[in-house]
């Protein structure tokens, strides 16, 4: 059986050490490189804190697997024990000198996550967590939030590097949100966003495209403290999600919803006298010919199914085809 204290203890001395690089490069120029776009960034503190970590890690337990954001992944040894690494969440902020900015570290045992260390070195703030013994903001018992109302609610999302569509579904999701809480925030830093939720500072996270160095620390920080994490369809939640929801518990099911009700109302089926037409975003993404009404019971089934709207067209919009 794994002690779980000296796993602890490992991973705290390997935050604090990454969070002291960090602090000797804010304020002072820094040499910013791009990865997959302009608004991926990747910085020396990231790569030096990276390998402090891992030369950490590696002295006390050298038959450990490592995943970390910039060197990917070290699976050597085929261990059961995978440590999971963003050596620093929020490059941008950091950049930019904007003080909210986090060491994240998750070890995961036999696809389980069972411990998470997420340190902010502006604030001098350590969350941390391990299966079956709480959660933790330094010395301090952690619990989520009681609310019960959205709104009443304030949460967060986060833009990570995407495509233009994903960018635009989530600002979607992110309108709807105004409209039904308190208030949206978006920080910048996954990591942090998430050990809020855990610490009651917020209601509720959700966000898209993650990787597993985004999220395996803050999720068993959540867990611990009373919270809940799924992905956007209340299924388990493992690394390799992309799409999470973490909240306090109360309120996941209403944040599941407005995403669910969002992702339907962009699928809207046109039947026309002569034909169907599937749009989603006003995007044509199939269509078919009508030859009889039972075609049209069809696409009405059909609809249901996919819970797409349905507009029914009238003659002016029918098709002249010419068939020889």
């Known amino acids: 059986m794994e002690n779980i204290e000296k796993l602890l203890e490992v991973a705290k001395e390997a935050a604090f050490e990454a969070g002291e690089i960090q602090l000797s490069y804010l304020g002072k120029a820094k040499e910013i490189a791009h990865k997959s776009c302009m608004s991926d960034l990747v910085t020396i503190a990231d790569k030096q804190s990276e390998e402090k970590i891992i ?8 038959n450990h ?4 954001e910039e060197t990917g992944s070290h699976k050597e040894h085929n261990s059961e024990y995978l440590w999971v690494i963003d050596p620093l969440d929020g490059t941008t902020n950091f950049a930019h000198n904007f003080p ?11 696809g389980k996550i069972i411990l998470g260390v997420v340190f902010d070195p502006n604030k001098n703030e350590l969350f941390w967590a391990a299966e079956g013994n709480g ?4 010395s301090n018992e952690i619990k989520v939030s009681n609310i019960s109302k959205l709104s009443d609610s304030l949460v967060a999302t986060g833009f990570a590097p995407a495509k233009k569509e994903a960018l635009e579904e ?3 999701y992110f309108k709807q949100f105004m409209f039904k809480t308190q208030a949206v925030r978006r920080p910048g830093a996954a990591s942090l966003d998430i050990c809020y939720v855990a610490c009651g500072r917020l209601d509720g996270f959700w966000e898209m495209k993650l990787n597993p160095w985004d999220v395996a620390a803050g999720t068993c920080i959540v867990r ?5 994490v799924t992905n956007f369809y209340s299924e388990d939640f493992d690394i390799y999600t992309k799409n999470i929801i973490a909240s306090n518990g109360i309120l996941h099911l209403k944040m599941k919803d407005i995403i669910e009700i969002k992702q339907q109302s962009n699928k809207i089926m046109h039947i026309y006298p002569d034909r169907v037409e599937i749009k989603v975003d006003d995007e044509i993404r199939g269509s078919w010919l009508i030859w009889s009404t039972d075609d049209i019971r069809e696409a009405e089934k059909m609809a249901r199914e996919f819970n797409c709207e349905v507009v029914k067209e009238d003659q002016s919009n029918q098709l002249t085809l010419d068939i020889q």
Request: glycine share 8%; net charge negative.
């Open 170 to 172: 989530n600002l979607e």
């Open 135 to 138: 959660a933790f903001l330094n």
């Open 224 to 228: 611990e403290a009373g919270g809940l």
């Open 65 to 68: 697997d490592i995943l970390a």
């Open 55 to 62: 030369s950490i890690i590696h002295t006390y337990f050298p």
């Open 100 to 110: 909210h900015f986090a060491v994240s570290i998750g070890l995961v045992k036999s």
